[in-house]
């Protein structure tokens, strides 16, 4: 049987860019031009990592979710400086207008684009198509859903809401 091995070979860093999963480890560019491995060791260093930013997206997946399920960060329950009981209609409207530009807010948005740029790293790693490197990907998220994603479950978080 023929197998054809679809893949080019880029000029400008000497690399191997295959377009199927493979388990050539030798010259695979990973995420930046000089994060290429060369030997065993880089190799097996780089599955490490690989494996940690796993996991890493797993806790702080949970971490940034947390934060939206936490009671104390309610804009209902939340007082707002010198705020009584008795709560009107336009403190109620200032109170949600502050929240929006609250210190925990920014820190919600920096949390978001950490989130993102971590997954998306890991998405273009997956798409080395290194089989080693996807199964490391895939051994982390699992660890750190194993080990983070409890509290998800227990909080009722709809796994929809996670996809990102």
């Known amino acids: 049987?023929?197998?054809?091995?679809?893949?080019?070979?880029?000029?400008l860093s000497g690399?191997?860019?295959?377009?199927?999963?493979?388990?050539?480890?030798?010259?695979?560019?990973?995420l930046f031009k000089g994060?290429?491995?060369?030997?065993?060791?880089?190799?097996?260093?780089?599955?490490?990592?690989?494996?940690?930013?796993?996991?890493?997206?797993?806790?702080?997946t949970s971490y940034r979710h947390s934060l939206n399920y936490n009671a104390t960060d309610n804009p209902e329950t939340t007082p707002l400086i010198n705020d009584t009981e008795e709560v009107s209609k336009k403190t109620s409207d200032l109170r949600k207008n502050w929240n929006k530009f609250s210190a925990t807010h920014y820190w919600k948005t920096f949390?978001?684009?950490?989130?993102?740029?971590?997954?998306?790293?890991?998405?273009?790693?997956?798409?080395?198509?290194?089989?080693?490197l996807a199964l490391a990907i895939l051994g982390g998220i699992a660890t750190g859903y194993f080990i983070f994603g409890k509290k998800r479950v227990a909080d009722n978080i709809a796994e929809e809401e996670l996809c990102h």
């Open 35 to 60: 994060w290429v491995t060369n030997n065993v060791g880089i190799y097996v260093l780089t599955l490490f990592v690989m494996f940690g930013m796993a996991v890493f997206s797993e806790f702080f």
């Open 111 to 132: 949390c978001h684009i950490v989130q993102y740029v971590v997954n998306y790293f890991i998405m273009l790693v997956v798409m080395t198509f290194n089989a080693g």
């Open 1 to 11: 049987m023929l197998v054809l091995k679809l893949n080019v070979i880029n000029h």
């Open 15 to 30: 690399t191997t860019m295959y377009s199927f999963f493979h388990w050539d480890f030798l010259g695979q560019a990973i």
